[in-house]
């Protein structure tokens, strides 16, 4: 999400991206392993080109905004798709971020849980 390390992904993709990668939206560039870092890059990937596909396969308008697919975005308080575990929103560089808390578990302190 933070643009001064990639640019040109979306708050809304940034999500599934992160998803899709099992990446707490509040780590660090500086905290992400090499691993991490290899499924963040497939993962972009992945979810970039599956969107693509969606949004065409919705064939409307081009001012429509195509979201009815996405996985986690705007998905507070409703089940994830693989766990069941509640969808939480966080607010990271002033945007909002939605995420998994299981499927995407954060491993440093820097954040209040508020279950
Ligand atoms: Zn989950």
Request: proline share 3%; charged share 25%; net charge positive.
């Amino acid at each position: 999400m933070d643009q001064r390390s990639l640019s040109a992904i979306g708050n809304a993709y940034s999500d599934e991206i992160l998803f899709a990668a099992g990446i707490h939206p509040k780590t660090l560039c500086s905290q992400l392993a090499g691993s991490d870092i290899e499924r963040l890059y497939n993962s972009i990937k992945e979810v970039i080109a599956w969107g693509i596909t969606e949004v065409a396969k919705a064939a409307e308008p081009v001012e429509v905004k195509v979201r009815s697919h996405l996985k986690v975005r705007n998905r507070k308080g409703r089940a994830c798709i693989i766990c069941g575990t509640t969808i939480r929103r966080v607010g990271v560089l002033g945007y909002d971020a939605f995420f998994c808390p299981r499927c995407q578990p954060h491993y440093w302190e820097h954040f209040i849980n508020w279950k």
